[in-house]
């Protein structure tokens, strides 16, 4: 069966620093991956996806991804974490078996430290 | 433009009592989410409507649920002789065809609470 697995339920940067999440799924061919962000009392909204094409894919708020088929990973980072990126993220793929439903991670909670 | 909108945003109830919540997709999004959201399940899909048409309705948990989309506009969300175990933020989200290539829009989500 897919699955997703986001490695850290939180994880805590300083404001500056290099934010990186990981995600990790499972799949027999390649997937279309996902990330969200939800911010306190707020909805999710999308970062980013990959489909097809370039594995580097470049989304909103500085957050960029790759895709590493070998790895079956898809990890989240940014250059220099600000105190507004302080959301919780969730990473998702695509069931192979559906055309419309994704398979979600538990999600990671990202702290940021003045 | 205005995002999907859900209502209310908070609702606390009392065990045994009916809950409708409500969403507005965004206009011209003919694909419409109802997620929960807790804790310890994370994020579950509910039900999928497409065009107004219930397309997946396998993860409603059990009868005491009902989703209707009456038209284009709207969606509610029921919830009969509610328990506990109920309590969870219960989110919309709305997109164009074809998912899941097309961005899903999330509305606040509605708190439910169930005392």
């Known amino acids: 069966a897919q699955s997703v697995t986001q490695l850290g339920s939180h994880v805590s940067v300083s404001e500056g620093a290099l934010v990186l999440l990981r995600c990790n799924y499972s799949s027999s061919v390649p997937p279309y991956l996902f990330w969200y962000v939800q911010y306190p009392n707020q909805g999710l909204q999308l970062l980013l996806k990959y489909t097809t094409g370039a594995t580097l894919v470049k989304g909103i708020n500085g957050f960029e991804a790759e895709f590493k088929k070998s790895e079956t990973s898809f990890h989240l980072t940014k250059p220099s974490a600000h105190m507004s990126d302080a959301a919780e993220y969730f990473c998702a793929v695509r069931r192979l078996d559906s055309n419309y439903q994704l398979i979600w991670g538990a999600g990671t909670k990202l702290i940021i430290k003045p | 433009d205005a995002g999907v909108i859900q209502s209310p945003r908070h609702e606390v109830t009392e065990m045994g009592q009916e809950v409708t919540l409500r969403c507005k997709p965004i206009?011209?999004?003919?694909?419409l989410f109802w997620y929960r959201q807790t804790m310890m399940r994370g994020l579950e899909l509910l039900i999928y409507?497409?065009?107004?048409?219930?397309?997946?309705d396998s993860g409603m948990p059990e009868d005491r649920f009902s989703a209707k989309m009456p038209n284009a506009s709207f969606s509610t969300l029921k919830i009969q002789r509610t328990q506990q175990e109920d309590s969870a933020v219960y989110l919309c989200?709305?997109?164009?065809?074809?998912?899941?290539?097309?961005?899903?829009?999330f509305g606040p989500g509605t708190r439910l609470l169930v005392l």
């Open positions: 409507f497409n065009n107004n048409v219930p397309i997946d």
């Open positions: 989200a709305s997109s164009l065809d074809p998912v899941p290539l097309e961005t899903q829009y």
């Open positions: 206009s011209g999004h003919n694909s």
